[in-house]
């Protein structure tokens, strides 16, 4: 059964910085590429960044050289570092692996606010 448990959300400044983390089960982490994906009120769910098993990252444009992807394979988990945040980054926070399978988390919150 497939488990994604995302947290590290948050309420802060501009400018401010979050890291998020998602434990995921092993079934899915072991082989296939994980990915953020976010979504903002009333809008669709958006990828973020994707890492794939052997270490390459790819990014949104709208997040490129503020968000950093990392993964730690011992412990089934994948980070998502967000620096220099912006009120636009506000949104639910998923992880999921890419392509997305079927099942979701519950997310995490980030508010961006003054």
């Known amino acids: 059964q497939v488990q994604l448990v995302e947290s590290g959300g948050g309420l802060v400044q501009p400018g401010g910085s979050l890291r998020l983390s998602c434990a995921a089960s092993?079934?899915?982490?072991?082989?296939?590429?994980m990915a953020w994906y976010c979504q903002a009120p009333g809008k669709q769910r958006e990828l973020v960044a994707v890492?794939?098993?052997?270490?390459?990252?790819h990014y949104a444009e709208s997040v490129k050289g503020r968000f950093t992807i990392s993964r730690d394979n011992a412990k089934n988990t994948v980070y998502l570092q967000m620096n220099s945040l912006k009120p636009e980054d506000t949104a639910v926070y998923y992880c999921?692996?890419?392509?997305?399978?079927?099942?979701w988390g519950q997310g995490t919150q980030v508010t961006v606010s003054s």
């Open positions: 890492i794939t098993t052997g270490g390459s990252t």
């Open positions: 092993g079934s899915i982490f072991s082989i296939h590429a």
């Open positions: 999921n692996s890419a392509p997305a399978l079927d099942t």
